[in-house]
């Protein structure tokens, strides 16, 4: 049974950091590209970075650009999401996607999802 596992979420003042950790079990993490998307209240999904199965490959979106970094760590079957200069904008759930094959994707499917993180952006 695949488990996706969100952590680190939590109430930051502008400019400030925070790192998601998301967790994964019950299938090869290693051979799977990993996505971070997140929902803001009353508004739809927005995806956010992938990175591929092996780390080389990561994409952003442009609001993440230069601002979130994501990183896997594959013997510890765990996908990061370090999110610097937050702005209220950034105020959202967070989730944690795994993808279906190996490539990092800006568009297409997620095979299974977490139960995502608060994240609060606020003075």
Request: with cysteine; net charge negative.
């Amino acid at each position: 049974q695949v488990q996706l596992v969100e952590s680190g979420g939590g109430s930051v003042q502008p400019g400030g950091s925070l790192t998601l950790s998301c967790a994964a079990s019950g299938f090869t993490f290693s051979r799977h590209a990993m996505s971070w998307v997140r929902q803001g209240a009353g508004k739809g999904l927005e995806w956010v970075s992938d990175i591929a199965s092996d780390g080389t490959t990561t994409y952003y979106a442009e609001f993440a650009e230069g601002r979130f970094n994501i990183s896997r760590d594959n013997a510890g079957n765990t996908v990061y999401l370090l999110m610097d200069f937050l702005k209220p904008s950034d105020t959202a759930v967070y989730y944690c996607a795994q993808r279906p094959g190996p490539f990092a994707e800006k568009v297409g499917d997620f095979v299974s999802w977490g139960q995502g993180t608060q994240v609060t952006v606020s003075s």
